[in-house]
């Protein structure tokens, strides 16, 4: 690829692609600025170029023994009750996340976020109160943890994990800008700092595992959720879930969606696990 001035210069980009200084440093050279202003671009763009390089850097798949042993580790931070509440706010983030992105691209105001102590949360809408944006937005909830985890399994599998802790970063900067109570600036300026010291100050090594403990978490954690508001429903605890409101919404009773959700966190799961896992274990345990 050659990129074309107006002051005639061609610059071959395809000759060092991987070294984004160099090549925004020759789109620099191709400005026909004052030399001042030159410099500064040069500067701008050098740091750019290095963030990006850094940034989208390809790291190599992790051992099979890290990788389970992160899913253990996630599987019991889920199973026991006592580090399950104090890590299930994460999923209440996701979880009310979800419903935030949605309602915005089904083009429902979003006028709010409140995340509790309680690990509880709720976000407020205003538009239509029926009418597919209105479904959509309900049902996107206790699904979003585990689609999230999915995303971040085909990220963290492909070796973008720093790619994989800079989106979780710009989620939650844009998810803190609809945040409506302390607490719930609290807890994502707290996990957004972690996010960012693990990114930008750790070893590889440490952000590998980092990432494989977060993905493990999103799509177990996902899964649990989902089975407490079915007891709940059960014992008729939860009249106004997600669930209920889809009911009055749809044709559909409450149960229906909460089979839909578990079906939907399930498949995410085992897709999930399936990419985590390394292909030439699973072509060894084939053969066994």
């Known amino acids: 690829m050659v990129l074309r001035r107006a002051i005639g210069m061609d610059v071959d980009l395809a000759s060092r692609p991987d070294e984004w200084d160099t090549v925004l440093l020759w789109a620099c050279e191709a400005i026909s600025a004052p030399r001042g202003v030159r410099a500064r671009w040069r500067w701008t763009l050098q740091t750019f170029g290095g963030f990006l390089e850094r940034v989208t850097a390809v790291q190599p798949s992790p051992p099979f023994w890290m990788t389970a042993l992160a899913a253990v580790v996630a599987l019991g931070v889920v199973v026991y009750p006592t580090s399950w509440h104090l890590s299930r706010g994460l999923i209440t983030i996701a979880h009310e996340g979800g419903h935030a992105l949605v309602a915005l691209l089904t083009r429902r105001k979003l006028q709010g976020i409140k995340l509790h102590s309680d690990t509880s949360g709720v976000t407020l809408t205003r538009g239509r109160p029926t009418g597919p944006g209105m479904i959509f937005t309900a049902a996107a909830g206790y699904v979003a943890p585990s689609l999230l985890g999915l995303g971040a399994a085909w990220l963290a599998a492909a070796g973008y994990v720093m790619i994989l802790l800079w989106t979780v970063l710009v989620l939650l900067v844009c998810m803190l800008l609809m945040i409506r109570n302390v607490f719930g600036v609290v807890s994502l300026v707290t996990i957004g700092g972690a996010v960012f010291a693990l990114s930008w100050f750790a070893k590889p090594d440490i952000q590998a595992i980092g990432a494989q ?16 508001l079915r007891r709940k429903r059960r014992q008729g605890r939860a009249p106004e879930s997600d669930a209920d409101q889809l009911a009055r919404l749809t044709p559909f009773p409450g149960g229906f969606f909460v089979f839909l959700f578990l079906l939907i966190s399930a498949a995410a799961l085992v897709v999930g696990a399936y990419l985590m896992t390394p292909i030439d274990l699973l072509d060894h345990l084939t053969r066994l």
């Open 213 to 228: 403990l977060a993905v493990w978490f999103l799509l177990i954690g996902g899964i649990r959720p989902i089975l407490e």
